[in-house]
């Protein structure tokens, strides 16, 4: 399917926000609608030309928004849908974009249509999720909620009890309670994203990420019944909102392209490897230099390659999802795992506070739903004021406690320090748009990914424009042959490299871009 890329994906920087976390300008201890405003500018200055915010709409948020109760109201605690559609405009006039967290497969128990599909008499809710037509059989592969309410029947969750599946059909039906993507269910619940969908970007959003885009019709091994069904939506796109930007967290390209989305996530999971990058044992941006990127590499060069070597293949530094980076990675390895994630094809996410190195907070007890991965949704730190500028609130009302260190990295004291690494990311951002051949759709072709070994090479190209990116994140100086040579350098952190005789040193805990 051929998908029109909004022009401005081309070049686009994300920064993705968890409101919660973000700014809080009323004092209730939660980020809202007007804090993200009153930080337009900051996102600006870094460089970023988007914003991806979580889930923002109303929720009893038992799995932190991702559980939505009504679809078309924001969430009273972040504000009105008269505050979200002035940050659409603020956005805007800053010649930024937005993109809502759109959760397409569940909603909460809480929903008016689960609400309404629990009673016994039939009625225009009865199949919007997914039922067995008895109480003494579940969804096979899938846990459920049963035993609450006089309907018979057992009804598919997606992940936690509180989240019932929304039914889009079985692309393969094996029992009678299992409804083909033309049922009329299947097909009413289609139509009621849509119209969600619709509603925001009438109110001016400028498109969507896509919760778990993938996982919407079920028995659909080759995914061909949800590549079908996001045909389907891409048309109604066309037709109706041409310029509205689709992002997927799917993880496989060449699927999520055909469907009519504009880029996808690589995903912390399944087989990516993304994660023997940041998040490993040994990550290989980790300065022991014990690191593999090799697998990582061959998993990307299949996906670009499925993609039609589109390149529209989004890594992001980390999210709300997974472990902070500098988890993992610190000191001067943070900026050059940015050198690296600046200069590879598809649009690059920055979670919030990632720019200035904010860390997993140790220890904390789960806060709506978090578990493990309530230490990487933090509040924000700005400055050293009283909650380091987060929230007025007292302490104890905080959504999530604070990283209490007292070295703990700020935004202020970072935007003043030129060594930073918020301003290394910054000096990061504007080489990425000042050369075409490192954005979104330059090519890439890789030079060097040895099993085990460092540095990564790679070329990223656009026309008659070429860039040699060398990245050694190991604290010893290693050597590759390369038949590219090195012209001018664009950038480097680290030192300076060698040449000679077709073969290229490279310094310890270094990167570097050069025209060939």
Not at 116 to 129: G, H, I, M, Q, V
Not at 182 to 192: F, H, M, P, R
Not at 396 to 422: F, G, W
């Amino acid at each position: 399917m051929k998908n029109k890329n909004p022009l401005w994906l081309d070049n686009a920087v994300f920064y993705e926000i968890y409101p919660q976390s973000f700014n809080d300008t009323n004092g209730d201890g939660i980020g809202d609608f007007r804090g993200i405003i009153e930080k337009l500018d900051y996102i600006r200055e870094l460089g970023c030309t988007a914003i991806w915010m979580n889930p923002c709409f109303e929720s009893p948020f038992g799995d932190a928004g991702y559980d939505v109760s009504d679809y078309m109201k924001a969430a009273p605690r972040y504000g009105t849908n008269e505050d979200l559609k002035r940050l659409f405009n603020e956005c805007h006039k800053r010649d930024m974009h937005i993109l809502l967290d759109l959760v397409p497969g569940h909603t909460s128990v809480e929903h008016k249509w689960f609400k309404e599909s629990l009673k016994a008499e039939k009625n225009e809710f009865t199949d919007r999720y997914v039922w067995t037509d008895s109480i003494w059989e579940e969804p096979q592969g899938m846990g459920c909620i049963r035993g609450i309410s006089d309907r018979d029947g057992s009804c598919a969750v997606n992940f936690f009890s509180h989240q019932p599946a929304l039914n889009y059909g079985f692309y393969k039906c094996d029992r009678p309670w299992q409804q083909s993507m033309d049922s009329e269910g299947a097909k009413a619940t289609l139509e009621a994203m849509k119209d969600v969908m619709r509603f925001w970007l009438g109110m001016g959003c400028d498109g969507f990420r896509v919760d778990m885009a993938g996982s919407l019709v079920k028995h659909d091994e080759d995914g061909k019944g949800t590549i079908k069904l996001w045909q389907n939506v891409r048309e109604f796109l066309d037709k109706e909102f041409p310029e509205a930007a689709m992002v997927s967290e799917w993880g496989e390209p060449d699927k999520s392209l055909q469907g009519g989305f504009h880029m996808d996530f690589l995903l912390h999971f399944g087989p990516s490897h993304y994660n023997d990058l940041f998040r490993c044992e040994e990550p290989f941006f980790s300065s022991r230099g014990k690191g593999d990127v090799s697998e990582f590499v061959k998993k990307y060069t299949e996906n670009y390659e499925k993609s039609q070597r589109k390149g529209l293949i989004c890594i992001p530094s980390g999210n709300h999802d997974m472990d902070r980076l500098a988890r993992s990675i610190h000191g001067d390895n943070l900026k050059i795992a940015f050198a690296f994630l600046l200069s590879m094809p598809g649009a690059p996410f920055i979670y919030y506070g990632d720019e200035i190195g904010m860390r997993y907070v140790e220890g904390l007890t789960s806060v709506e739903g978090g578990y493990g991965r309530t230490g990487s949704r933090t509040p924000m730190q700005w400055d050293n004021t009283t909650n380091a500028g987060f929230s007025s609130a007292s302490k104890e009302l905080l959504y999530i406690p604070m990283d209490e260190s007292p070295d703990r990295p700020t935004a202020q004291a970072q935007m003043n320090d030129k060594n930073s690494l918020r301003s290394e990311i910054k000096r990061l951002i504007d080489i990425r748009q000042s050369r075409k051949a490192l954005q979104s759709r330059g090519d890439i072709k890789f030079v060097y990914a040895e099993k085990n070994e460092y540095p990564l090479a790679y070329l990223r190209g656009s026309g008659d424009e070429w860039v040699l990116v060398i990245i050694n994140p190991a604290n010893r100086e290693v050597s590759f042959d390369c038949r590219f040579t090195p012209v001018d350098t664009i950038y480097s952190f680290g030192g300076e490299i060698k040449v000679e005789d077709g073969r290229i040193t490279v310094p310890p805990c270094f990167a570097g871009y050069f025209e060939v």
